[in-house]
Every structure is written in structure tokens, then in C-alpha cells.
């Protein structure tokens, strides 16, 4: 059976305008997290730009002890020149370098469009192993510059503010590569920041190039 194309331009891991996924026991491990229990903080909107940026106390950005659970949502994020999409955190409060010791996991799930190819792989050169470098949200087939190839996706970052204990992560993000034929990737991400100190902004770039187009919207998620 041919597979047809998936536009990820129109693709949202939102179940509505205001609502996101959640993480719980039931069978397929996601739920609905209620609109009223997100409160929009921030939207940046990318035009050609190197970095985005979410500093606490900067631009009206929350990123504190007011919510335990932030997430940041990506829409249509394309890339300048064919790359991996990637993130970093800071908790230095002053010059706020992004340069984090962390370690991660890394894996997806692939299909052509064609239906020759599909699998589930994992790839440990995408894993960082208490390093500081900066975490790719996508692999290295990296997202095309075709108008069809953007990415979609949702990060977490749960209790930023804690100075007690690690700060963990998790991230999905699909997206489409510019070979031919084109596939479709499924990629999940998760580890987590090996500081005691509290997260105080998050960086968002491409591997080499710039955000040439996209939005990024932070949101608290309020404690149930």
C-alpha cells in the first residue's frame, strides 16, 4: 500500500489551540493536558535568526518556581540550510552560557514515503554522556529546505527552579528529510541537566545556519 505524503506544515501534537500532551500509566502513556491548566508566557517568531532564546526575567519570560512543569512548543520551525534542530539550557544568571553538563537519550522511528523502509533505531552518537554540548531534537538525517520539511514538536522541562535535585527532560519531534524518496521521522528525546542549580533560560538553534522560519511558544503547565 503506498504511503501518502504527510504535510507537516499543517501537523500539531496539540489536541486544540490551547491544549497539549501529558504523560500518564494508561496503555498508550499520553493524556490531555487541560487548556486551563496551561498558561501562555511567551511567543518568539523566528525570521532568519541564529538563536532562540528563553531567558527568566527577560521579555516578560517566566522560566522559575512559578510553574513545576514548562513546556516549550515548536510550529513549523524551518531550517535555512539542511540541519538538526537542537537545545541547550543555562542556569548562569549572568552571562547565561549554554553549556549544561547533561546526559540524554536518543531515538526514532522512520518510514518512507515510498513504503520501502521502516524501522524503529536507535543511535548512541546522538546521546550525550555527561557532556555539555548542545542536544539535538531531530538525527542526523537532517530536516530538508524543502517547504514541506519543517518540524513540529513539544519540549518539557520539568522543576527548573529546584536547587535540590537534577532537572529531566523529555521531547518528541517529527519532521521530514529532503531526500528522495523523502522520509518521515518520529524522533524522542529525554535526560536530564546534572545541576543542582536552577535553569534560568533555554537556547534553541540549528546545528550550523539559522531559524529561518518558525514559532516557538513557552507555556507554564500549572500543578494539578
Given amino acids: 500500500m503506498a504511503l501518502t505524503k504527510f504535510n ?39 525570521s532568519s535568526d541564529s538563536t532562540i532564546s528563553f531567558v527568566n526575567g527577560s521579555s516578560d519570560v517566566v522560566l522559575d518556581s512559578t510553574y513545576p512543569i514548562y513546556l516549550f512548543k515548536c510550529i513549523n520551525v524551518h531550517p535555512s540550510s539542511s540541519d538538526e534542530f537542537a537545545f541547550n539550557g543555562s542556569d548562569d544568571t549572568s552571562s547565561h552560557s549554554y553549556n549544561i553538563t547533561k546526559t540524554t537519550t536518543h531515538y526514532y522511528a522512520i518510514h518512507a514515503e515510498n513504503g520501502t523502509q521502516g524501522h524503529l533505531y ?51 519531534f517529527p519532521y521530514m528529510d529532503s531526500r528522495s524518496p523523502q522520509y518521515v521521522y518520529d524522533c524522542f528525546t529525554s535526560g536530564y541537566f546534572n545541576t543542582t542549580s536552577a535553569i534560568t533560560a533555554i537556547r534553541f538553534q540549528m546545528g550550523s545556519g539559522n531559524i529561518d522560519a518558525g514559532t516557538i511558544k513557552l507555556y507554564g503547565i500549572k500543578d494539578s
Fill in 122 to 172: 536507535y543511535n548512541s552518537s546522538e546521546d550525550i554522556a555527561q557532556g555539555t554540548g548542545f542536544q539535538n531534537l531531530t538525527t542526523a538525517s537532517q530536516i530538508g529546505t524543502d517547504d514541506d520539511c519543517v518540524t513540529n514538536g513539544e519540549l518539557y522541562l520539568f522543576n527548573p527552579s529546584s536547587t535540590t535535585f537534577v532537572k529531566h527532560f523529555i521531547a518528541r
Fill in 8 to 46: 507537516f506544515n499543517s501537523f500539531d501534537l496539540t489536541t486544540s489551540a490551547g491544549a497539549g500532551l501529558g504523560f500518564n500509566s494508561s496503555a498508550n502513556g499520553f493524556s490531555t493536558i487541560d487548556d486551563t491548566s496551561m498558561v501562555l508566557i511567551k511567543t518568539i517568531t523566528a
